[in-house]
């Protein structure tokens, strides 16, 4: 604490104008699966410091990961040593004096805050957890439906302070649980299901296992899918991934950069659904009492019934733009938090003709700023007639535009999963999803 | 460096009786500059420095990475991640390793220009000499990264081997709005070396130019033919299309369902070496050894000595990439394709640098008889499925071809094809050779890995354009 206390002091004295030190210290372990046999386990200590600096304007950041010699400490760094403090210190001015000022930049936020505990964000039984008994309940509720299994366990617990220039000294500690299986009934035939979680009590990981076994099995014989126009049911596996898309776009460096479908939709309708972005959100994955310059989490709805009301911003931006920050710092770009979405309730399934889609991988745009991409659907995708399943189906890709899919969703499902996953790093709150009218894209065979 | 720290991990490992163990430590010193519409966002330096452990108990692999090096804190991380792996071990997979040489080994990559001795101002600089000469409506974004890493890797097989490579990476995204329209394009650039590679990349004029053909595609651009037609993709497309269709289902890990979760699996199964995949003419290697490139490196991270890998030879598929693991399994030698991203990730079989090998044509012949097609120069989608069957490139810049000359500029023809048929519509194959450099990620948690992939122009024939 002293010495984070100390590189703050040494920096004003030395003219910086806006200072921000975070300091982290994670331990983790991971158990990876594959043919339902641990293949590895993986054990992590990572202790980190990151030191944002503003001079005249010049926006520096460094991050201390080099830690040799020194005294034990509970939360800072264990061996971070004065002198390396000192050397950080002289390489920061020294670099700020070498670098242009950023005439966007408008300074961090003034403390101090008040900060509310966010419920069910800590969890000390997952310290001491046993995460191979755990992962095999899981590989086993798969194997009652499914063959093989490959997949992951992880867990974590972390340390979190961060003091600033402006009166700002915050706290935090977290845990997390995640999990991840793919089960497969033959090789063309598999089902994939994650669960994360900041509480032992809501990990899902025999729901998450059975899940996946269920949809394996299901997607057997799969038969070459058709091109066309199709409503489309998406579970809630590549609802995360969309969701990620979606809501990265919403960052107003994604907007600035020509990377965001959302530019010049500030106010304007865009479908009928409420999108939310929530950093204080009760066992939200990455949920914090604070965003990285110490603003209070707080919940946003970014799209309140099909309009969209805001971009994600930190202090500065939002300065820029006559706004408030809606605590997504991100020094260098605001980011999103835990994402919700919200909409009209609905049987999804009653549906007289669609597809049902329970993953997709490799997103890709043609054209950030007109939302063009497409998403390759990967294990179960099945026909839908008359609301019932008729038939499992491979090969297909959804080639369509985001500002087209969010302008046609139309009912939500009643079941909301917490997820994320290799193409969903942000962790999303969501129902399964009808979106009318998907264009369906397969290639010459 | 903290050399004795490894060498105490492995031996502390070998005391509790492991059959394998191996340490890396890694030391890295970097920079990097942020250039937003032409304002410097954010400027920053980093130094890291960490060990990451592999090895084998009771038969299952065990890992564990630390970067709060004293030995008090390793002792104890070793063992609880060695009482895991024991833990584990009871429904483990049995890991053998293949018999590989040990090795005592130094390289290093020397730079001319010392990226480290140039001020941040100097390399600001040059992103604003590229910012100049560009409308400013257009959205620019630029990043310029620079590293040096030092690695040490030990064995308790007798291996030691230290390098210190350096590496430069540029990465630009692109938008150019005319007309109520807007086309993008992002490319990234990449290489080991120091400062001179960075000005040998030519940037400003290929952002010019690069503007200059986007301008004209939204002024002129015309719809793609459909139909059956023949198609001429540049270095570019052809690099992406040997990264994801024959690279990365060559992968012995993925072939063998170990990466199966995230990663997925493979086409292509064990028996089907020999079997015809292309045309005859197409012949395709990985090789980490070529000087200067971004994926290169002399020993693997399980200290195998490197080399060529010949993927597909004349057609038909010849050669799988290898660990220690997989080898073991098929009882064949590693051909050295482990690799981290860094000391906290465990390695995986990895591309190198991926590439068409050159063949008789020149550039200008390849079009000449063709009554009608499409030139896809480069792309922007593409995406392909987790067996690496079917696939699809979106062009970027990209023109009609019209009785064998390259007229009108064309507006995003797709390719959407299965890997045979892509591979096996291949006719004719250019002299002269280009990489593109990408990071690919692979496993859980996700390491991305600097790559090169490319190869020549290619000709393919009949192909249906949407």
């Known amino acids: 604490m002293e010495l984070a206390y100390y590189i703050l002091k040494e920096l004003k004295k030395k003219g910086a104008d806006d200072i921000i030190i975070a300091v982290n210290k994670s331990e983790g372990s991971q158990v990876k699966f594959s043919d339902n046999k641990v293949v590895k386990t993986g054990s992590e200590i990572l202790v980190n410091l990151e030191i944002f600096m503003a001079k005249d304007k010049k926006v520096v950041v460094t991050s201390l990961k080099d830690f040799n010699k020194g005294e034990e400490r509970a939360l800072i760094p264990t061996n971070l040593d004065k002198k390396n403090a000192d050397d950080a210190i002289k390489n920061l001015i020294r670099f700020a004096n070498n670098v242009n000022p950023n005439k966007d930049y408008n300074g961090i936020a003034e403390g101090p805050f008040r900060y509310k505990e966010i419920k069910d964000s800590?969890?000390?039984?997952?310290?001491?957890?046993?995460?191979?008994?755990?992962?095999?309940?899981?590989?086993?509720?798969?194997?009652?439906?499914s063959n093989r299994t490959n997949g992951i366990i992880e867990k974590w617990f972390n340390e979190h302070l961060l003091i600033t220039s402006n009166n700002i000294e915050a706290e935090d500690k977290s845990t997390g649980l995640y999990f991840s299986i793919r089960a497969f009934k033959d090789k063309e035939a598999s089902g994939h299901m994650n669960s994360c979680s900041r509480v032992l009590s809501k990990f899902e990981v025999e729901s998450s296992g059975r899940k996946a076994g269920e949809i394996a099995k299901m997607a057997i014989k799969p038969e070459e899918g058709k091109s066309g126009k199709y409503d489309v049911i998406f579970s809630h596996m590549p609802m995360a991934a969309l969701l990620n898309n979606i809501m990265d776009a919403a960052s107003i460096f994604e907007v600035e950069a020509g990377l965001s479908f959302f530019a010049d939709k500030l106010n304007k309708k865009l479908g009928n659904f409420t999108l939310i972005d929530d950093g204080s959100l009760e066992n939200g994955f990455n949920s914090s009492k604070f965003d990285d310059e110490g603003v209070p989490a707080q919940r946003n709805i970014v799209v309140n019934n099909g309009i969209l009301k805001t971009y994600l911003h930190n202090t500065s931006t939002a300065k820029k733009y006559r706004t408030k920050t809606t605590a997504n710092a991100g020094l260098v770009a605001p980011n999103p938090t835990n994402i919700i979405l919200e909409g009209k309730k609905g049987d999804v399934f009653d549906i007289k003709k669609g597809l049902y889609i329970t993953n997709v991988w490799y997103t890709r745009y043609q054209n950030h700023l007109t939302g063009d991409?497409?998403?390759?659907?990967?294990?179960?995708?099945?026909?839908?007639?008359?609301?019932?399943?008729?038939?499992?189906?491979?090969?297909?890709?959804?080639?369509d535009n985001f500002l087209n899919l969010?302008?046609?969703?139309?009912?939500?499902?009643?079941?909301?999963?917490?997820?994320?996953?290799?193409?969903?790093?942000?962790?999303?709150?969501?129902?399964?999803?009808l979106i009318k009218n998907v264009n369906i894209s397969k290639p010459k065979l | 460096?903290?050399?004795?720290?490894?060498?105490?991990?492995?031996?502390?490992?070998?005391?509790?009786?492991?059959?394998?163990?191996?340490?890396?430590?890694?030391?890295?010193?970097?920079?990097?500059?942020?250039?937003?519409?032409?304002?410097?966002?954010?400027?920053?330096?980093?130094?890291?420095?960490?060990?990451?452990?592999?090895?084998?108990?009771?038969?299952?692999?065990?890992?564990?990475?630390?970067?709060?090096?004293?030995?008090?804190?390793?002792?104890?991380?070793?063992k609880r991640s060695f009482n895991l792996t024991k833990n584990a071990s009871r429904i483990g997979d049995k890991v053998k390793f293949s018999e590989e040489k040990s090795v005592n080994a130094k390289y290093e990559i020397k730079q001319k220009i010392k990226v480290e001795n140039l001020n941040p101002d100097e390399k600001i600089k040059f992103l604003l000499e590229i910012d100049k000469e560009i409308n400013k409506k257009y959205f620019r974004y630029f990043a310029l990264h620079d590293d040096i890493t030092k690695t040490y890797y030990i064995?308790?097989?007798?291996?030691?081997?230290?390098?210190?490579?350096p590496r430069v990476s540029f990465y630009y995204f692109l938008t150019v709005l005319m007309n109520n329209k807007s086309m993008q394009r992002y490319l990234p650039y990449g290489n080991t070396g120091g400062w001179e590679v960075v000005k040998k990349w030519n940037l400003k004029d290929n952002f010019l130019s690069e503007i200059k053909a986007l301008e004209n595609i939204i002024k002129n651009g015309v719809k793609p033919p459909k139909g059956k037609i023949d198609v001429v993709i540049g270095p570019e497309v052809t690099g992406i299309a040997t990264h994801e269709s024959v690279g990365h289902p060559y992968e012995a890990d993925r072939i063998l369902g170990r990466e199966a979760a995230q990663a997925g699996e493979s086409f292509v199964n064990l028996k089907m070496i020999g079997d015809k995949i292309g045309s005859e003419i197409v012949n395709l290697v990985d090789d980490p050894v070529l000087e200067g490139s971004n994926g290169f490196y002399l020993y693997d991270d399980e200290g195998v000595k490197?080399?060529?890998?010949?993927?597909?030879?004349?057609?038909?598929?010849?050669?799988?990439?290898?660990?220690?693991?997989?080898?073991?399994?098929?009882?064949?030698?590693?051909?050295?394709?482990?690799?981290?991203?860094?000391?906290?990730?465990?390695?995986?079989?990895?591309?190198?640098?991926?590439?068409?090998?050159?063949?008789?044509?020149?550039?200008?012949?390849?079009?000449?008889?063709?009554?009608?097609?499409?030139?896809?120069?480069?792309?922007?989608?593409?995406?392909?499925?987790?067996?690496?069957?079917?696939?699809?490139?979106?062009?970027?810049?990209?023109?009609?071809?019209?009785?064998?000359?390259?007229?009108?500029?064309?507006?995003?023809?797709?390719?959407?094809?299965?890997?045979?048929?892509?591979?096996?519509?291949?006719?004719?194959?250019?002299?002269?050779?280009?990489?593109?450099?990408?990071?690919?990620?692979k496993g859980e948690p996700m390491q991305g890995i600097p790559v090169w992939f490319g190869g020549p122009h290619m000709r393919l024939r009949n192909i249906i354009m949407k």
């Open chain 1, 122 to 145: 800590y969890d000390k039984k997952i310290i001491d957890l046993n995460e191979v008994d755990l992962m095999e309940k899981g590989i086993n509720a798969a194997l009652e439906n």
């Open chain 1, 373 to 399: 991409f497409s998403t390759i659907p990967r294990d179960g995708i099945f026909l839908i007639e008359n609301g019932e399943i008729t038939k499992s189906l491979k090969n297909i890709r959804v080639s």
């Open chain 1, 406 to 433: 969010m302008k046609n969703i139309s009912l939500v499902g009643k079941e909301n999963k917490h997820l994320k996953s290799w193409e969903a790093e942000i962790p999303v709150v969501t129902p399964e999803v």
């Open chain 2, 1 to 78: 460096m903290y050399e004795d720290l490894a060498d105490f991990s492995v031996k502390q490992l070998e005391k509790l009786g492991v059959s394998y163990a191996e340490a890396r430590l890694e030391e890295i010193k970097g920079s990097g500059y942020i250039l937003k519409n032409g304002n410097v966002d954010i400027s920053g330096f980093d130094k890291s420095a960490g060990l990451g452990v592999r090895f084998i108990a009771n038969g299952t692999m065990g890992f564990f990475s630390i970067n709060d090096l004293k030995k008090d804190k390793i002792s104890s991380l070793i």
């Open chain 2, 155 to 165: 064995n308790n097989e007798g291996s030691k081997i230290n390098s210190t490579i």
């Open chain 2, 306 to 441: 490197a080399r060529r890998k010949i993927l597909i030879k004349n057609g038909k598929i010849n050669e799988f990439l290898h660990n220690r693991e997989t080898a073991a399994e098929l009882n064949v030698k590693s051909n050295a394709a482990s690799r981290a991203s860094d000391y906290n990730k465990e390695p995986l079989i990895r591309m190198s640098n991926t590439f068409v090998l050159p063949g008789d044509y020149k550039d200008e012949e390849l079009f000449k008889d063709i009554k009608l097609g499409v030139y896809i120069k480069n792309f922007m989608e593409w995406n392909i499925d987790d067996k690496r069957f079917q696939q699809k490139y979106t062009g970027a810049e990209a023109y009609l071809i019209e009785n064998g000359n390259v007229t009108k500029p064309v507006i995003n023809p797709v390719l959407e094809i299965t890997t045979p048929a892509l591979w096996s519509s291949v006719d004719a194959i250019g002299k002269k050779i280009e990489f593109s450099a990408g990071s690919c990620g």
